[in-house]
């Protein structure tokens, strides 16, 4: 990983949710090395502690809080006392996603249920919490990690895809309502190694997911998107990225 500084006045105050592993834990990592200050929320403390305490063995600037994207109260509170800290955020990336796939008639409502309470829900508590900030400070930049099945839907990943087109359609659409001084970028990976398809519970769908995540690419390549987007001057909005393995079809 190549590591930048930026100038004083480049350092963004990045919020990330979901970083305890995988895409998150990354993007911490590497925004952290290009010196940026991040506050870090997930469910698993344990993970987040661990974290931090590697971001700040390299020097970087970390606060982890445990954070349950599906309280409202609990995401705004993120928000909040990332800006009484530090005056101001710059950044958040909601991030936090499940993928616990399986067919339609296996009726894993609960599962189904889940999926929208954190990929559709979570990532409408993450805008309304960062939303206030960005417009009082005339400035921000929201980045959604979507998936490509916002793109595509295959079988087993109806209600996924289903909450990942949503998360697609209410960024573009927060890109559309915003003033420009607000950026609004959505990232969508492919197959990227991570834990998200131990979530899977029905066998046939956990088989087909082996199958299909044969040909993956590490976070970190999502993480460089991210680190890419927020990182243009602020004239210039990237709005979509699609980033998958070269041998992803």
């Known amino acids: ?6 100038d ?25 090395a290009e010196g940026h200050h991040l506050v870090v929320g997930a469910r698993r ?11 700040e063995a390299e020097g970087g600037s970390v606060d982890p809080r445990r954070l349950d994207v599906t309280d409202r109260a609990d995401v705004a509170a993120f928000a909040d006392e990332a800006v009484r800290a530090h005056g101001r955020v710059d950044v958040i990336v909601n991030n936090a996603g499940v993928m616990p796939l399986s067919r339609l008639d296996s009726l894993l409502v609960d599962e189904w249920d889940q999926m929208i309470d954190v990929n559709v829900r979570g990532l ?7 939303l206030p900030h960005f417009q009082r400070q005339g400035s921000g930049h929201f980045v959604t990690v979507a998936s490509i099945g916002a793109h595509q839907v295959v079988p087993t990943g109806a209600v996924y895809c289903a909450t990942k087109y949503a998360a697609w359609a209410i960024t573009e659409g927060l890109r559309q309502e915003l003033d420009p001084g607000i950026r609004v970028t959505t990232v969508s990976p492919g197959v990227v190694e991570s834990e998200l398809a131990a979530t899977i519970t029905e066998p046939g769908a956990k088989e087909a997911m082996r ?9 970190d390549a999502i993480a460089e998107a991210v680190s890419y987007a927020i990182g243009q001057p602020a004239d210039v ?3 979509e990225i699609v980033i998958r393995p070269a041998r992803q079809r």
């Open 1 to 6: 990983m190549t590591t930048m500084t930026p």
């Open 8 to 32: 004083h006045q480049d350092r963004k105050i990045v919020l990330i949710t979901g970083a305890s592993s995988g895409i998150g834990e990354a993007t911490a990592r590497r925004l952290a």
């Open 45 to 55: 403390t344990d993970r987040l502690a661990r974290l931090a305490a590697a971001i």
């Open 124 to 130: 409408l508590h993450g805008i309304a919490a960062a």
């Open 211 to 219: 199958t299909y995540r044969a040909d993956s690419i590490p976070p």
């Open 237 to 239: 909005d990237v709005n």
